[in-house]
């Protein structure tokens, strides 16, 4: 398993997507784009990194992309779910974001 997840500030939307070829990932992609993959190797650092992830309302920093890959629906939904806590603890808009899953 693996989820693709996009997250949009300030609107704090956080789209969820488990289809990898799903061709919204591919259309939504910007150059110069924040992407981080999270597998087993990187995740605790990201999850130590991402306290220092900064959102703006300006093109290069209004968003991000998310791969979490670690082999488990679960622990991938918990990883995604620490980040936005992490997040939601600076920014007040991620503190009840809008979650969908697309696909
Ligand atoms: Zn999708």
Redesign the pocket.
Known sequence: MMIAVYLNYPRSRVCV?H?PG?S??QQAKKPGQRRFRIDDQSRDHHIEGCQKWSFLATSETNDMWLQIDLRDYNQEVITLEEIIAALGSRYRRFARPNISR??
């Open positions: 997507h289809n799903c919204k990932i697309h696909c």
